[in-house]
């Protein structure tokens, strides 16, 4: 059996584990327990996937199969893995050990919860596996509609009209998407053969100049409305707020990421030519969401419209990088997905255990959370400061990384989108530093907030997790940073990307 499937089935074995237990207390200990499996297997990858590497073994996919799935449309469950799947792959980990953990007092339909929740996981490891883009399409969609039901029945305020909105963008982003993909279907075969899904064959064939022009935006856009491309974006910051703890986790630390990861994957890698002629419409849109993201996270009251909005602008610094289409942008923008991922996954952990105590989430009510709530207080610090690039943290690495790449451009247009985007780091410092500052420094504004107790183990194991991941990352880069370089220097050497 191909090494990859434990990837899908320990999850699936997790879920049923939890449909036959009886006692509902057993529930969040079988889903630790597999997702703990599941993390330490990600490791045993990322180990396996250094020592292939180390004994010479060069080949663009490792630990591949092939399985026909339907014959008729030459669909295949094919699954391999390189460095950048490697790394979403444990960053999808981490982060779902992490919710699992910090969703340890749901009550409510606990079972249905964390089902849904592993659900939702498994179609995002599917994903990062698959090589067929029917098969990675279907995973997608498995990722994505157990969101409805997460935010529609464990949700919190106006959560119907969030699951309504977020579920109907997302499914007409999937609807241009296959468009897209169809797209690249009949036209996989240019010089004769049978038409293909397959990710590696249609690489290797190439797609027709006119074909690439013409559907590179549908699969752009189809997966940009994902990663909160501007003006796609409007499902992202309600969806965020209305969705409980560990949703938010996972769909800003993670869902989020397939976007970015299918429009270089399948947009950007499948479609070189039609990806320079359009990278400068999509500059612009990427540089508004950046430019827009941040300065809508100023004008919020909302913890989590702030965090929501923060990930707008942090997503759009992807999308960005990508379309810089050079080595070390195109790092850069992995980096980014992977840091921005850690970082959003643990402010949105945060702000649910203080909603958890305080009952509220506007920043105007709170006030000294610090003086009572020490841990958490320092862990939002942490956050923080990571996400406005404090050197040190992740956040740092992957931004400079982003500029640099960047500014390797020479021609004005390209200069002049990297130096509004470079902006958006003065402005997160402002919603940053004036959230720490209010929310956290100062005299405690409510006397209740003086019986609030700080974090309990469980809600340490979720946020420490997270918090240890982005300073290991921000210490010591080079490893995520050579991992990512060295599957995208052997891509930028076999495609004119």
């Known amino acids: 059996m191909n090494l990859l499937l434990f990837l899908i089935i320990i999850p699936f074995v997790t879920m049923a584990g939890i449909v036959l237990v009886k006692e509902l207390k057993h529930v969040r200990l079988i889903s630790a327990i597999g997702m703990s499996a599941q993390l330490v297997f990600s490791f045993v990858l990322l180990y396996l996937f250094y020592q292939q590497r180390s004994a010479g073994n060069a080949d663009q996919m490792l630990f591949m199969s092939t399985t026909v799935w339907y014959e008729a449309f030459n669909i295949q469950l094919k699954f391999g893995v390189d460095g950048i799947s490697v790394a979403m792959i444990l960053l999808t980990s981490i982060i779902t050990f992490a919710g ?3 969703s340890w007092q749901v009550e409510y339909l606990r079972k249905e919860f964390f089902i849904s929740l592993i659900l939702l996981a ?3 490891f599917g994903f990062f596996i698959s090589l067929d883009l029917f098969t990675m399409f279907l995973f997608y969609e498995l990722a994505v509609i157990p969101m409805y039901l997460l935010i529609g029945i464990w949700g919190t305020g106006p959560k119907e009209y969030s699951a309504m909105k977020l579920t109907l963008m997302l499914m007409g982003g999937s609807a241009v998407l296959m468009v897209g993909l169809l797209g690249i279907y009949f036209n996989s075969a240019p010089e004769g053969g049978k038409l293909t899904f397959d990710l590696m064959e249609i690489a290797k064939n190439g797609i027709p100049v006119s074909a690439q022009l013409f559907f590179f935006p549908f699969v752009f856009i189809g997966f940009g409305v994902l990663g909160a491309l ?7 910051p309600d969806g965020h707020a209305s969705a409980p703890t560990a949703v938010s986790m996972l769909h800003a630390g993670v869902l989020m990421k397939l976007g970015g990861y299918g429009c270089f994957r399948v947009a950007m890698y499948l479609m070189p ?3 320079h002629a359009w990278a400068w419409v999509f500059i612009i849109l990427t540089s508004v969401s950046v430019v827009y993201g941040a300065f809508g996270a100023i ?12 990930s707008v602008s942090h997503c759009g610094l992807v999308l960005f990088a990508l379309l810089m289409m050079n080595e070390t942008a195109t790092t850069g923008a992995f980096l980014q997905m992977i840091s921005h991922g850690l970082m959003t996954a643990l402010f949105f952990a945060l702000i649910g255990m203080i909603y958890g105590r305080t009952h509220t989430r506007m920043i105007n009510e709170m006030g000294g959370l610090m003086k009572v709530m020490p841990f958490l207080s320092v862990m939002y610090v942490m956050a923080g400061l990571a996400s406005l690039g404090l050197p040190g943290l992740s956040g740092f690495v992957a931004e400079m990384t982003v500029f640099v790449g960047a500014f390797q451009h020479a021609d004005v247009f390209h200069r002049v989108a ?3 985007v470079t902006s958006s780091i003065v402005i997160t410092a402002v919603y940053i530093l004036r959230v720490i500052g209010t929310l956290l420094l100062g005299p405690v504004k409510n006397d209740h907030f003086l019986e609030l107790k700080d974090a309990k183990w469980f809600e340490k194991v979720g946020g420490v997790t997270l918090l240890v991941s982005i300073v290991v990352i921000g210490v010591a880069p080079l490893w995520l940073s050579n991992l990512l370089k060295e599957t995208l220097s052997s891509l930028f050497l076999t495609f004119s990307y």
């Not at 004008?299 to 923060?310: G, M, P, R, T, V």
């Open 273 to 275: 030519d039609g990806s």
């Open 100 to 102: 699992v953990f910090v």
């Open 299 to 310: 004008l919020q009251k909302d913890l989590k419209y702030i965090n929501a909005y923060s």
């Open 230 to 236: 501007f003006p796609f974006h409007t499902w992202s």
């Open 122 to 124: 498994s179609g995002v």
């Open 418 to 420: 990297t130096f509004l």
